[in-house]
């Protein structure tokens, strides 16, 4: 008697094979335009938060990659601009980058994109009906159209506990949206010790400089309580190109005796994000960090003596991406992801993709937004869609000319895997969206 897996398998076999490349394209396109996706990082904040939740056309024309952009247009010395109010910048940008220029560049682009979703015009002179649109919204059923037209069925944020304005909300109990999960982020304690202590310490965490077995005590008390708190879906930090695993520094003692074994207690998974060189040029703030190559041999190594912990992790440098493919085919618990700020253009999204998929099949994560304004969420995945249905109908036509065609079933199956089911498979998310 056959049994439910084997006539699974004998239906699956039943459905037509797609041998014909038009075809093939069609179902390829349709697949990746129609799989709703859980955007495993970004920087986005529910109503809950507030002044915290950006959104808006102000507040998407002075997104960090368009401020360094602008001023390699204008004679304008940074601290005049820092004097402005943001809808003074937001004028400047837009006149700089839109009007005076042709916005050829993915961060323009990625505007133009967002203002035909919603029918505004694309060239207007000055930014009267963009803000009108904006203005009269409302709030909620804004976030569920952008939601609906990004096709995106939940978020991961990104959540500093050491950050007053948010640990507010979530030690109030706020109800936050379902569909944005939270991420405990843990930058301030891995990069900035010495100013995390005195954090920590008005927290009511006994926590000294010279790391000892209290302190190390108290870190994890910290950690667990937050993750009692917010529930995350992970734990994550973002590191320097010059970061070493291991090494005689404090990082290093705070991730081997506090972060690795709270991650392998809670079953957490922990992001890693390396390559960023922080404040390249100071005077442009948040817009004026650099990329730098890193060692690929540090995951290498937290992989090794990590074997019981899973990895997110991705590299700010394309020079790093081959190497963590090769690294990712010998470490089960290491998990590539998305292609991360500067990365995120497609020429070098289309390189990455196809790259990862030649070497590790569909066992990775394609994408991911960093979104930091609502409405990036529909540029940032309508433009990596198109990318990503391109490699893959590269992928499927050369099985095909090897002598192997695929299934529509089959293609759904690979596109959910690569938009949500890798990362939901990781985490086990429950009651997601």
């Known amino acids: 008697m056959m049994d439910s897996g084997s006539r699974a398998s004998f239906t699956e076999k039943l459905e037509p094979l797609l041998t014909d490349e038009v075809e093939l394209r069609r179902h390829v396109e349709k697949a990746v335009e129609e799989t709703q996706v859980i955007d495993m990082h970004t920087h986005l904040f529910s109503i809950e938060f507030g002044k915290m939740a950006l959104f808006g056309i ?143 310490a008005e927290r009511g965490y006994a926590v000294e400089t010279a790391i000892d077995a209290k302190t190390v005590a108290e870190v994890r008390r910290f950690l667990d309580d937050w993750i009692t708190r917010m529930r995350p879906l992970y734990m994550a930090v973002s590191l320097p190109d ?4 291991p090494s ?9 005796e506090a972060v690795l074994p709270t991650a392998r207690a809670a079953g957490l998974p922990l992001s890693l994000m390396i390559g960023v060189r922080r404040g390249v040029n ?34 700010l440098s394309r020079e790093n991406q081959h190497e963590l493919c090769v690294a990712a085919r010998k470490f089960s618990n290491l998990m590539p992801f998305g292609c991360w700020w500067f990365l995120n253009n497609p020429s070098i999204v289309a390189e990455i993709t196809r790259e990862r998929i030649e070497l590790l099949g569909t066992s990775f994560i394609a994408q991911h937004s960093d979104a930091r304004i609502l409405e990036q ?24 000319a090897s002598g192997r065609a695929v299934t529509a079933r089959e293609i759904e199956r690979d596109v959910a895997r690569l938009f949500s089911e890798n990362f939901r498979r990781w985490v086990a998310i429950e009651g997601a969206p």
């Open 242 to 245: 010059d970061f070493r695993f």
């Open 377 to 400: 969420l529909i540029y940032k995945w309508k433009h990596s869609r198109r990318v990503i249905a391109d490699a893959l109908v590269e992928a499927y036509t050369r099985l095909l």
């Open 58 to 200: 102000d507040d998407l024309l002075t997104y960090h990659y368009l401020i360094a952009e602008m001023f390699r247009s204008v004679e304008l010395k940074p601290e005049r601009f820092w004097r402005m109010s943001k809808r003074e910048q937001a004028d400047l940008i837009w006149r700089t980058l839109f009007v005076e220029n042709s916005p050829l560049s993915e961060a323009a682009r990625g505007i133009v994109t967002i203002l035909k979703a919603f029918g505004l015009s694309t060239n207007a002179a000055t930014l009267d009906e963009a803000r009108e649109f904006f203005a009269t919204q409302d709030v909620a059923k804004h976030f569920d159209r952008v939601f609906e037209m990004a096709r995106v069925k939940a978020v991961v944020m990104t959540n500093d506990p050491l950050d007053a304005r948010e640990a507010h909300v979530w030690e109030n109990g706020v109800r936050i949206d379902a569909r944005f999960h939270a991420a405990l982020r843990l930058d301030r304690v891995l990069n900035d010790w010495t100013n995390a202590v005195p954090k920590l």
């Open 282 to 315: 100071p005077a442009l703030r948040i817009a004026g960090d650099g990329v730098g190559r890193a060692d690929v041999k540090a995951v290498e190594r937290m992989c090794a003596e990590n074997p019981d912990v899973r990895f997110f992790v991705t590299f």
């Open 248 to 256: 005689d520094d404090v990082r290093d003692r705070l991730l081997r």
